[in-house]
């Protein structure tokens, strides 16, 4: 069954510093992943996802995230933090149900907190 | 275009009483998925409908929950009788069907705002 992990239910980082959230997946099977971004009262937003082919993913308002089969991770990163990225952010891998159906498997979520 | 729309927003309610969440997917996205998150945990798979039909509903709780599609436009989430532990949020999310296949990796889900449900 696959699972996700994500290291850090809060991190902070002042502004302008590197962004670093932790994700960890396990899956049977060569895994498609995501990460999603909830701002406050807001929706959940597809930051970006990796399918197959290049490993290093770019997804929008500067996110990038790094698909490492050995290491089974799937960290996300931003080189320079701003203020509004002060949101809750979740990593997830597409699941199998065995009925017929993909769903979404999520991690608990990281709040990051961005400080003047 | 419009995204995907939930109503509604927010909802208190009281034990026992019923309550219905609605979920107007993304025009032409034939899949139609139901999630929600409880306090503290994390974001879990309820449903998936494909049009009008139940693809995979093995992650409902327990039969106070009632999901349906009629027409495979919109859906509707009833919780009845509502109990504590259903307080969370639930969100809706489509996705198109690309290629044929049931929600292949290629298609982005698209998630709503979410309906706030406090049961007291």
């Known amino acids: 069954a696959q699972s996700v992990t994500q290291l850090g239910s809060h991190v902070s980082v002042s502004e302008g510093a590197l962004v670093l959230l932790r994700c960890n997946y396990s899956?049977?099977?060569?895994?498609?992943l995501f990460w999603y971004v909830q701002y406050p009262n807001q929706g959940l937003q597809l930051l970006l996802k990796?399918?197959?082919?290049?490993?290093l993913v770019k997804g929008i308002n500067g996110f990038e995230a790094e698909f490492k089969k050995s290491e089974t991770s799937f960290h996300l990163t931003k080189p320079s933090a701003h203020m509004s990225d002060a949101a809750e952010y979740f990593c997830?891998?597409?699941?199998?149900?065995?009925?017929?159906?993909?769903?979404?498997?999520f991690g608990k979520g990281t709040k990051l907190s961005v400080i003047p | 275009e419009a995204g995907v729309t939930q109503f509604p927003s927010h909802s208190v309610i009281e034990k026992g009483q019923t309550v219905t969440l609605r979920c107007d997917p993304i025009?032409?996205?034939?899949?139609l998925y139901w999630y929600r998150r409880v306090m503290g945990k994390e974001i879990k798979f309820l449903l998936h409908?494909?049009?009008?039909?139940?693809?995979?509903e093995s992650g409902m709780p327990n039969n106070r929950f009632l999901a349906e599609r009629t027409g495979g436009t919109y859906s509707t989430l009833k919780v009845q009788p509502a109990e504590l532990e259903d307080s969370g949020v639930y969100f809706c999310?489509?996705?198109?069907?690309?290629?044929?296949?049931?929600?292949?990796?290629?298609?982005?889900?698209?998630f709503g705002e979410g309906s706030w449900l406090t049961v007291v």
């Open positions: 999310a489509s996705s198109q069907d690309k290629s044929g296949m049931r929600d292949s990796a290629g298609n982005t889900i698209y």
């Open positions: 899956s049977s099977v060569p895994p498609y």
């Open positions: 990796y399918t197959t082919g290049a490993t």
């Open positions: 997830a891998v597409r699941t199998y149900s065995g009925a017929g159906s993909y769903q979404l498997t």
């Open positions: 025009s032409g996205h034939d899949n």
């Open positions: 409908f494909v049009k009008e039909s139940k693809q995979d």
